[in-house]
């Protein structure tokens, strides 16, 4: 069973960055950032593939960026310029034929 464990979030001004990391267990061919407010449906903000691939939501476009060390088999999300609604728990994801699964999450705030 595949395991995955977030790290990076934190407190963090408006316009200022910070680096989520999520840590796999095994070789994880395709990875996504989901990010869930309070109140709010849990939505996608990117997605990459093994070959470097990449999607992300409207919202963060131009903001953020999504990678992937396949030695390490870690990904990461490097969010600059952030707003008060980037805030939210940030989940890392992947599916296996039709299982997902998700880390444990880590708490994004973005507040002066």
């Known amino acids: 069973q595949v395991q995955l464990v977030e790290s990076g979030g934190g407190l963090v001004q408006p316009g200022g960055s910070l680096r989520l990391s999520c840590a796999a267990s095994?070789?994880?061919?395709?990875m996504a950032w989901y990010r869930q407010a309070p109140g709010k449906q849990r939505n996608l903000v990117a997605s990459?593939?093994?070959?470097?691939?990449?999607k992300y939501g409207d919202s963060v476009k131009g903001r953020f960026t999504i990678s992937m060390d396949n030695a390490k088999n870690t990904m990461y999300l490097q969010m600059d310029s952030l707003k008060p609604e980037d805030t939210a728990v940030y989940y890392c994801?992947?599916?296996?034929?039709?299982?997902?699964?998700w880390g444990q999450g880590t708490q994004v705030t973005v507040s002066s």
């Open positions: 095994e070789r994880i061919f395709n």
């Open positions: 990459i593939t093994n070959i470097g691939s990449t």
């Open positions: 994801n992947t599916e296996i034929g039709t299982r997902a699964y």
